[in-house]
C-alpha cells in the first residue's frame, strides 16, 4: 500500500477513536518519522474523516486522460526501434502521430532507453535484450 494511504487510514482510525488532529499528527510523525504527511494535509484528511468521509482514496480528478500512452503506442514504439534503433524521437512521434513527450516517455521510462551516439541503447536489460536471451535459452 502506498505510503499515503497507508497514512490516510491511520488518520481515519484517529478520528474514529476521537483523536484531534493535533494529536493524530503526533502520532503519524512517531510511526513514519520524516516521511509523514504534512500538517495541513494530515489537518484536511482528519477534517473530511470527521465530516464523514469513508473512503482512503483520492477522489476523481478532472482533466484529460492520456490517449496517446496506451499498450498499443507503446508497442508500436517498441517494434520501431527494434527495426531500427537510430529513429529519433521527433521521427517516432510524427510517423505514429504522438506529441514529442509522449514518445519520449515511452522511449524512456516504459522501453528503458537512452541515446547513445545516435542510436537507442538500453540503460540496463530491455525488452530486446530479455526477448534475445529468451530465444537463446530455448
Not at 520501431?80 to 509522449?102: F, H, P, Q, V
Given at each position: 500500500?502506498?505510503?499515503?494511504?497507508?497514512?490516510?487510514?491511520?488518520?481515519?482510525?484517529?478520528?474514529?477513536?476521537?483523536?484531534?488532529?493535533?494529536?493524530?499528527?503526533?502520532?503519524?510523525?512517531?510511526?513514519?518519522?520524516?516521511?509523514?504527511?504534512?500538517?495541513?494535509?494530515?489537518?484536511?484528511?482528519?477534517?473530511r474523516?470527521?465530516s464523514?468521509?469513508e473512503?482512503?482514496?483520492?477522489?476523481?480528478?478532472?482533466?484529460?486522460?492520456?490517449?496517446?500512452?496506451?499498450?498499443?503506442?507503446?508497442?508500436?514504439?517498441?517494434?520501431?526501434?527494434?527495426?531500427?534503433?537510430?529513429?529519433?524521437?521527433?521521427?517516432?512521434?510524427?510517423?505514429?502521430?504522438?506529441?514529442?513527450?509522449?514518445?519520449?516517455?515511452i522511449?524512456?521510462?516504459?522501453?528503458?532507453?537512452?541515446?547513445?551516439?545516435?542510436?537507442?541503447?538500453?540503460?540496463?536489460?530491455?525488452?530486446?535484450?530479455?526477448?534475445?536471451?529468451?530465444?537463446?535459452?530455448?
Amino acid at each position: 500500500m502506498e505510503l499515503n494511504l497507508q497514512q490516510r487510514v491511520c488518520i481515519k482510525f484517529c478520528v474514529k477513536n476521537g483523536f484531534n488532529g493535533a494529536k493524530t499528527l503526533e502520532m503519524l510523525g512517531n510511526c513514519f518519522g520524516s516521511d509523514v504527511l504534512k500538517k495541513t494535509t494530515v489537518y484536511e484528511w482528519h477534517e473530511r474523516f470527521r465530516s464523514g468521509r469513508e473512503s482512503v482514496e483520492d477522489n476523481e480528478r478532472s482533466g484529460k486522460p492520456s490517449t496517446s500512452k496506451t499498450d498499443e503506442n507503446i508497442n508500436k514504439v517498441r517494434e520501431m526501434l527494434a527495426n531500427n534503433r537510430k529513429l529519433t524521437i521527433r521521427e517516432l512521434a510524427e510517423d505514429l502521430n504522438i506529441a514529442y513527450g509522449s514518445v519520449q516517455d515511452i522511449v524512456v521510462n516504459d522501453l528503458g532507453l537512452r541515446r547513445v551516439a545516435a542510436k537507442f541503447v538500453p540503460k540496463e536489460l530491455n525488452f530486446m535484450q530479455k526477448r534475445d536471451r529468451v530465444d537463446i535459452a530455448k
